[in-house]
């Protein structure tokens, strides 16, 4: 079944850096979009970054323009989040999903905790 596990979560001082990487398995990896999430406490999940099955083509939201960046190993079967410049407010849960045309849902991992801090 698909699988998704995040890892590289913990806590970092402002200003430092932080690599999120999620493994899949149970899917045809290099055909499904994928993105992080994020959920801090008492907010919405909202969408951090997007990558597309190729790898050609990223999005951010806005909050995190030059600071983060999603990238994708297809040989690997892992998307990774670089997450530079830390602050604060990006406190949450980090989740990565996979979509694809066709699937009847998307696939969430379990998430992993960032929390920045002093």
């Known amino acids: 079944q698909v699988q998704l596990v995040e890892s590289g979560g913990g806590l970092v001082q402002p200003g430092g850096s932080l690599r999120l990487s999620c493994a899949a398995s149970?899917?045809?990896?290099?055909?499904?979009?994928m993105s992080w999430y994020r959920q801090a406490p008492g907010k919405e999940r909202e969408l951090v970054a997007g990558?597309?099955?190729?790898?050609?083509?990223?999005n951010y939201a806005d909050s995190v323009k030059g600071r983060f960046t999603i990238s994708r190993d297809n040989a690997k079967n892992t998307v990774a989040l670089q997450m530079n410049s830390l602050k604060p407010e990006d406190t949450a849960v980090y989740y990565c999903k996979a979509t694809k045309r066709g699937w009847p849902k998307e696939y969430w991992g379990q998430g992993t905790q960032v929390t920045v801090s002093s």
């Open positions: 149970g899917f045809l990896f290099s055909s499904a979009a």
């Open positions: 990558i597309t099955s190729v790898g050609d083509s990223t």
